[in-house]
């Protein structure tokens, strides 16, 4: 079943392009992350979801219902900001109870919603402070109460975690997961940092320069990048202007890829490497080591073209200078607009070992 | 030597208001302020007073909404165009109402017709009147609502708010310090415009006269112990407006400084 | 970009209030003015722009109301010195007395001023005793202007001063400058913005006063006559194109004023890539 559906969307800010024929379709009950570099149209499509921005063309369904006439209190979604845009003079109370009071709700009804959603956030005792009183955690989960309080069918969330501390984020990442899961609402959220929509969302649109780039399953994104741009937005990655200078990689077109630290497997010594060791292994000079908390990046110079990769910290260390052996497993190239996975040639052709 | 500056300058001149209004005596000085030109004329000077900045409050509402609300082209324009009776001498503001609805105008004679008097007469002193207030409360809503944002706007918005309850209960709150900041400025130019009242009102004692045309006319007969009587009394209003004034800006700090105090106590 | 596609309400409503008042208020007097204005001929407009006795009350209006500018620059950033840097019984009623200009009628200020400086007043009599007619004459109508301007510079600069980083001030001692070093070369550049806006809106402000001045001057033709009381004058007299005429070359004075303020903060701020504060 189908929640929001968006068609063939066109924006304009002036000369600048937000939105670039834009559609997509979200099922009920998932949680979607919109992510893109800043600039990309994100919280434009957002906004206009919501019905804060007015599209130039195309249309929007929610619900199965077009909205693009209805004002944003009409669709029946609930808005997260950024900045939260909690009402400053108003109790934790007041602002939960606010939609509810619009909508001339009874007050014994909005009282017990309240507190029902007081007890969600687990703000339950905070319900008389005001906003300024609160932590950087606690103002995001009162706005997430108050759009939540009329019940919409539909939750849009611009950028959640971007005004909140490194600790508190990653908690709240795992605690708003669960919840919009727990509650079945469908929720979208936009947000420029990777890890954050792979952690959170069942599904991913990825937007680039006003136009949708690819959509689906994080880890279905992150290993079959349809397009440049999401093989070298997803993951971290090392550009090579023509990947067919190193060994087992010849046989191909020359053409740019992309190279993923994972794709590497880097040896101090013959015993580290796969065994028996291939023949396409390079050799490389270590140019760089950083530790990086659970694995030790090591970067590797190979024919003047610098790699990245990873070694556990149980294994010898490596110094700048040293010479290392280096596997390539595979590499994402580019064929125009689209991406192709590019295996080793000794990977596809078991017999060639030394 | 600031000291001594504003010694000579701001704190002397009261001091003198007060010695000369009283130097006939208490008896005198009541009977100069119970006159009954006296008494009109502080009707009439609250009056076009109390008629201005309701008047103005309205527009400064209105216009600081559309300014700060809204994104539309003209709109630097509109800004400047508000704050050019900064600009203008009182003394030429009342001569636009002059040439508007005097003698000379084209409109004289419908206003004629239906006995109309709006020059030397009291609706010329509050259009006048407005004119040279008409700046003060956008000048003090707009830089606050600017700093506010439009989110909590949208935010009720999107929660289906309409029109007056989003103003009421979310911008109102937020703005109510400069709103009435404004409020007072405004109240204290409107009680002690003389210039562009002295040109529409035409000095008709008891018809026309405001308290400052009335110490003006007092003080050209000669007669300064009333003069300097009646001027008391603006002297007391001026130091209940500065009053006023400190306490509004004050309580707006404060608001803020207890909020900021309670948000650094609370960060966990 | 119409009402339509607004998320907040309210832009007709507004808008329409708005243009209202402006119409109302602004536009349609200042309309009639100009109507009338024009309508007066070329030579007439000139002839009464340049009759003697108006050239010398533009004269008497822009000079004293430059030195009172000039006075006022000097002891509003003083006043505003001593209100931000130091603490002192009294300090807040000294910083709420500032404003006491705005708040008290210009009548009431004009006939104190008179008084206190008139030949046998408290102030006066010392004046007079050294030689110096202080009533009458266009040294009255400067102290009245000061008077009147005085909250003009103190109140652009205090904010400007309050805001300035200690830190400026504490890099200039660590290279050893001394405090008048420290004054010239980092405070005082700073100031010249908010102060040269106060001292345009006192003298902008200055040339334009009535009230307060008409007590002082004495309004003596050739000698003390300012251009709104020229106005007066010749409403009196129902001399309503010579009215316009004046007023039209008052207008001209305090606008160019304002640009000439204004072109000069524009140029300040590109090169300085800051933010206007007033």
Known sequence: MIEVEVKNINKHFGNFKASDNVSFAIERGKLIGLLGPSGSGKTTILRMIAGLETPDSGEIFIGGRKVNDLPPGERGIGFLFQSYALFKHMTVFDN?????????????????????????????????????????????????????????????????????????????RGWLKQTIHKLGITAIFV?????????????????????????????????????????????????????TIFKGFDEYEPREGILRPEFLEIGATIDEMPQPMPVTTERGIVRGTYFRGSVIQVDVEIKEQLLKGFRGLEQVPLHEGDEAFVFIHKIYGFDGDKTQVIENAAKRKESVFI | MAASFLFVMLIMPLILVAKEALSKGVDFYFAALTDEFALKALYLTIEATILAVALNTIFGLASAWLLTKFDFCGKTFLGSLIDLPFAISPVVAGLFFIMLFGRMSPLYPLLQEYNLAIVFAVPGIILATVFVTFPFITRELVPVMESQGRSEEEAAATMGANGWTIFRRVTLPNIKWALGYGIVLCSARALGEFGAVSVVSGHIRGKTNTLPLHIEILYNEYNFTAAFAVASVLVLLAIIILILRNLIENAGKASLQVSNLKAGVAND | MFGKSDVIPGRRLTLGITLTFVSLFLFIPLAAFMLYASGMGFEKFFAAVTDWRNVHAYGVSFFCALTAGIINALFGLIIAWVLVRYDFRGKKIMDALIDLPFALPTAVAGIALTTLYAQNGLLGKIFYGIGIETVFSPIGITIALTFVGIPFVARSVQPVLKELDPQLEEAANLFGAGNWTIFSKIIFPELIEPLLTGFALAFARGIGEYGSVVFIAGNMPYETEIAPLMIMTKLEQFDYQSAAAIAIVMMCLSLAILLVIHGWQARQLKRIGGVVGA
């Open chain 1, 96 to 172: 939960i109870a606010f939609g509810l009071t619009v909508q001339k709700k009874s007050d014994s009804e909005i009282k017990s919603r309240v507190e029902e959603l007081a007890e969600l956030i687990g703000l339950k005792d905070f319900t008389s402070r005001y906003p300024l009183q609160l932590s950087g955690g606690q103002r995001q989960r009162v706005a997430f109460a108050r759009a939540l309080a009329p019940n919409p069918e539909l939750l849009l969330l611009d950028e959640p975690f971007a005004a909140i501390d490194a600790k508190v984020r990653q908690e709240l």
């Open chain 1, 191 to 243: 947000t420029h940092d990777q890890d954050e929509a792979v952690e959170v969302a069942d599904e991913i649109i990825i937007t680039n320069r006003g136009r949708v780039e690819q959509s689906g399953a994080p880890i279905e994104i992150y290993q079959s990048p349809k397009t440049p741009f999401v093989a070298k937005f997803i993951g971290e990655s090392v550009q090579v202007p023509d990947y």
